[in-house]
DNA sequence: CCTACCGATCGGTAGG
DNA sequence: CCTACCGATCGGTAGG
């Protein structure tokens, strides 16, 4: 298969979820148990042999749908980082309130990793130190600037204080593992947003310097038809 | 050597912390090692090999040491969660007011991390599945229970939001891992404690129901003489 | 997608 | 703390 482009993979992505697992093609499945199997056991712990026991397929034939086991971990490194670092630096450039594209952010952030059908938790930051998988610090440097940049133009505008610039990036991929880590469980989709929209508001809360500012913000988002990490 | 108790461990690595790791004893510069090299190439991708390859004995030889490599491991995880967990719930029990309390626990639980000695950015809670590690999942309960206790108390005083109360522990796990990741960069002791300060107040001012709260809290705490982590 | 198989490396033991 | 060595498992290839 040829590589995919960033819109491909969300579009694909979206598709798969409306399919139980065990009915995707073989290829995603070998996505599938390799990211959950990975995020259980670490990459060195989830053998080629677990992931294709688990598949259903037996080991060698892995290597039709992957050229080895480190492309599995660059195609899921891909959704963990590349993907977020394109929306992130697009909003930094967009129109409007760095308040309000900030809110945005997080709330595309959150759906993305929350509504994720791979799981995604084993892509720790370590991993990029793997030999050939270099290339994937800069989605991360893309992804932190953007973020930054943000925050910077939100206190210029006078928004956020400035003593909290430097914590965004941290917090924010904290409570982005956690979605991933909640989103594993059941849960309803009505809960879910409900908490998506708390962690959000938890981190406007320490940055804003005039809390009328996150009523207003949350006001025009629930009035906008949002647009979602799934339907661009 | 027989087992240490966590007051032991916290004795012996202020100890540590005055001498290069290059001086260490043999056992403590495995787990060094260790620490580093989890950290950096996961669990299992961090090979007993590799560690004796750094601390400079044949792989053997470790296993007069340690009597498996899970052992290593089980003492990092120690490190990690059973004396955090221990700390906080001896101030979730404390007298004081709740706010003040918090404080007073992120900046030991920061300082902690931040003075560790060893590399602890390998301990993923993932770990805790391995055969023979489940105990730890008792220390990572025990931690969540207590920092949820303190910010139910503060609700309860009126002192801290009720809408915040199940993203604490998120985001202070979040600070906490960026605070072990940040400090193994070299920094001058100053710049460190400025960077705790200011995590601690980022999320004050995310729970705080009133600003001038943080005000009170943080000029008693800098008055008072501070219980370090390492000074007890 | 399969069977058969490769060399390399793994955690750990025996015995000094 | 060492040398010598064990069986098990690793990622990947050959050839159909």
Redesign the interface.
């Known amino acids: 298969m040829a590589v995919m482009t960033n819109d491909e993979r969300v579009a694909h992505l979206h598709a798969l979820r409306a399919v139980p697992p065990a009915e995707w093609p073989t290829r995603d499945r070998i996505l599938y148990e390799a990211a959950r199997l990975i995020?259980?056991?670490?990459?060195?712990?989830a053998s080629t042999r677990d992931i294709t026991e688990a598949v259903g397929i037996r080991q060698p034939s892995m290597f039709n749908h992957f050229a080895s086991k480190q492309a599995i971990l660059a195609e899921l490194l891909a959704l963990e980082l590349s993907i977020p670092a394109a929306r992130a630096d697009e909003l930094s450039r967009a129109e409007g309130r760095p308040v309000a594209r900030l809110y945005q952010y997080m709330l595309w952030d959150f759906e993305w990793y929350g509504e994720m059908p791979l799981d995604l938790?084993?892509m720790?930051e370590?991993l990029l130190?793997e030999p050939g998988l270099e290339a994937f610090r800069a989605d991360l440097e893309t992804w932190k600037k953007a973020i930054n940049r943000i925050v910077r133009q939100g206190v210029a505008a006078g928004e956020f204080?400035k003593?909290?610039v430097?914590?965004v990036t941290?917090?924010l991929?904290?409570?982005s593992?956690?979605i991933v880590r909640t989103a594993q469980l059941a849960r309803d989709p009505r809960t879910a947003a409900k908490?998506r929209k708390?962690?959000a508001?938890?981190?406007l809360?320490?940055?804003v310097t005039d809390p009328r500012d996150i009523a207003a913000v949350v006001d025009a988002a629930d009035d906008t038809p949002r647009r979602t990490a799934t339907a661009r």
């Open positions: 995020a259980a056991k670490g990459y060195h712990g938790r084993g720790q370590e130190d204080e003593d909290a430097g914590m941290t917090v991929t904290g409570l593992w956690e908490q708390g962690a508001l938890f981190v809360r320490a940055l």
